[in-house]
């Protein structure tokens, strides 16, 4: 019979709130990825696992100059050992320290397949090989000596730095790109030279402000180089405030070709942009005809960069060429600054330029202190066993005597000739062969050296002044490495003001230029037909909607539309959508608001003069292009409160004298023009009086050719200046009876 299974005893349940659990769990998981992922410590500007992979080279001792290693032996290293979060991610890390396209100082040499600009990834790790570059060497020096605190590793079997020694100002020299939790860190490369030379600044003055290092540290320097068109004034802001951004453009010449043909060469294009999709995206824009100036390009680089844009025609400006390409494309790029960093290790700050360069600066003080420490208790130790020597030498044959004899010569030793225990050891762990090397006058020659060693230690211990000439010592020697002149210190990133081009030419470089038809239904619904269409007649629209007015334009053209709030709106043709189906309410591309209404819309031409005027029968003169508006609220040029509204508007034709004004109540007015002011805003002055009615329409005219109108057929009807004398007057008169006009009171002007 088999055996009874007993169940287990329940185990005790807790009860947590939810949201307690929550909190703790995922401040943890945030702490973690701040600490241990994304954000670069601000003394050697590494993550973990940067640091992890330089100190495992370290130990394969991958030094400058020594042969490489399989990629997949140190990837396998530095898993086992510190950084247990799968191969993939330390091959990554270790590619983009090798790639001299994404870190303006190489950490890691690399052989084989480490990709390339156009986005390629590397080949894998086993078929690659590295090893350290000698700024990885400048990081990693003096690790041996006691430079840095060692803390256990993942699993406590070895020990691994919590920061490196830093001799080498990585933060700022490579940059640092990561995204935390509820934080990012955004740092471009600089030139280290400029760096050092700021640093040298701060050790003779320590208070110096972000803003007067700019006087070394003019802004970043790419390892792909461009041009840094952003202002002095808004560097010196992001590096004082540890925010901003740079407006980066590619490098670019123009190449002359036969019979004054030219085409446009880009040498050098922003940092982190992929060739291969820069490419691409520039080729869609060709086929969606949104760059209307360029024929053609083709990639022709090899090593180095070289881009190939051909103009449609040879009498376009080059400047304007690529102006329309760094609006559309990331030949130019903004790149962006958030100094976040960890201080100490432990705290996340963003800082400015000056305190990223006194957390380095301190640093160095703190490892120099560090390795003066440990140099001085080696040579301390040394001068012990020393003395002891001596002692052995002078009395060698004793020494014998009682190492033979004795059964415990130490202790024997230590009595006979006042050793130390550490003396008494060293003389009896000599080798028989160091017998002969034994001789006073070396020991004394070690002995003095040794002291006037331990001196120059003692006096930089004890002195501040003496530790900081130390440190800058050292930041002269990296600058001296990778000075201006040497080929991997050399800046690489320009400066450059932005040229100023013509933003009307420019929006127009943007468009193909095609003859359009716009059509506007009663309900606001706005499209546009390819060419001029004259008949409309098989114009479908939406039900109980209809065709309001149409007119012809350009892809390139501008639309102004006035409402009835006494706004202008502009719109830019090429954002309109096109023929297919009923289009789009106008209200999708302007801010207008619900109860407004369109009262006139035409193409921008500018130059002209418009009369404007309200339902309550005022109005003025205005300049068209003090009604063009740049943002979807519009510009306010006629003041109009509820209920009176924008009612006409009409454009001043060349020698018009005459105002025409028609009232709901069919009465006319016709005064001289000069009567009515010219004003940029405002609510204008009375152009006819009304007891019950309102304004209907205005028109101006020349008083010799008389007054036109079109009726509700389009027929054109005139009255001369004889005729029209029952109605002249002047401004703000009531006018008569308008016998012979329209009854819709309209003068069926269209603006063109």
Known sequence: MGKRLIPPEPAEIHEVQLRDALEERYLAYALSTIMHRALPDARDGLKPVHRRILYGMRLLRLDPGTPFKKSAKIVGDVMGSFHPHGDQSIYDALVRLAQDFSSRYPLVDGQGNFGNIDGDSAAAYRYTEARMTDVARLLLEGIDEDAVELRPNYDGQTKEPAVLPGGFPNLLANGAQGIAVGMATSIPPHNVAELCDAALHLIDKPDAKSKSLMRWVKGPDFPTGGIIVDSKESIAEAYTTGRGSFR????????????????????????????????????????????????????????????????????????????????????????????????????????????????????LRDVLLRRSNFRKNQIEHRLEVLGGYLIAYLNIDEVIRIIRTEDEPKPALMKAFSLTELQAESILNMRLRSLRKLEEFEIKKEDKELRAELKGINAILKSEAEQWAKVGEQVRKVRDIFGPKTPLGKRRTVFADAPEHDLAA???????????????????????????????????????????????????????????????????????????????????????????????????????????????????????????????????????????????????????????????????????????????????????????????????????????????????????????????????????LATGLPKSNKFGRVIE
């Open 248 to 363: 980066t453009r590619a490098k670019w010449h123009v190449e002359e070709g036969a019979r004054g043909a030219w085409n446009v060469v880009v040498t050098e294009i922003p940092w982190l942009v992929q060739k291969s999709r820069l490419i691409e995206k520039i080729a869609e824009l060709l086929n969606d005809k949104k760059l209307p100036l360029i024929g053609d390009i083709r990639d022709e680089s090899a090593e180095d960069i070289r881009v190939v844009i051909e103009p449609k025609t040879r009498n376009v400006d080059a400047g304007l060429v690529m102006e329309s390409l760094f609006k559309l494309t990331e030949l130019e790029s903004k790149i962006p600054l958030n100094l976040n960093v960890l201080v100490k290790g432990r705290i996340p700050k963003v800082l400015g330029l000056a305190e990223c360069l006194r957390e380095w600066l301190d640093h």
């Open 506 to 736: 420019l929006e127009e470089s943007l468009v193909e230029r095609e003859p359009v038809t716009v059509v506007i239904s009663e309900k606001g619904w706005v499209r546009t037909l390819k060419g001029q269409v004259a008949d409309l007649s098989n114009l479908t629209f939406k039900t109980d909607d209809k065709l309001d007015k149409a007119f012809f334009a350009e892809t390139t053209s501008k639309l102004m539309l006035l409402a009835t709030n006494g706004r202008f709106y502009s719109l830019d043709v090429a954002k309109l959508p096109g023929g297919r189906g009923h289009g789009e309410p106008i209200r999708l591309f302007i801010d207008m608001e619900g109860d407004a209404a369109i009262v006139s819309m035409f193409v921008h031409k500018g130059g002209r003069k418009f009369l404007i005027a309200s339902h309550d029968g005022q109005g003025f003169l205005v300049n068209e292009d003090d009604c063009v508006g740049t943002t979807r609220k519009g510009k306010q040029v006629l003041n109009v409160e509820m209920p009176n509204e924008a009612r006409a508007l009409t454009v001043i034709g060349e020698g018009s004298d005459q105002v025409a004004v028609i009232g709901t109540n069919h009465k006319m007015v016709i005064f001289p023009l000069d009567q009515v002011p010219e004003m940029a805003r405002g609510r204008g002055v009375r152009l006819q009086k009304y007891t019950s009615a309102g304004l209907s329409d205005v028109a101006t005219f020349v008083a010799k050719e008389g007054l036109t109108w079109k009726d509700s057929s389009d027929r054109e009807h005139r009255l001369t200046w004889k005729e029209l004398a029952d109605w002249r007057g002047n401004r703000a008169d009531a006018g008569r």
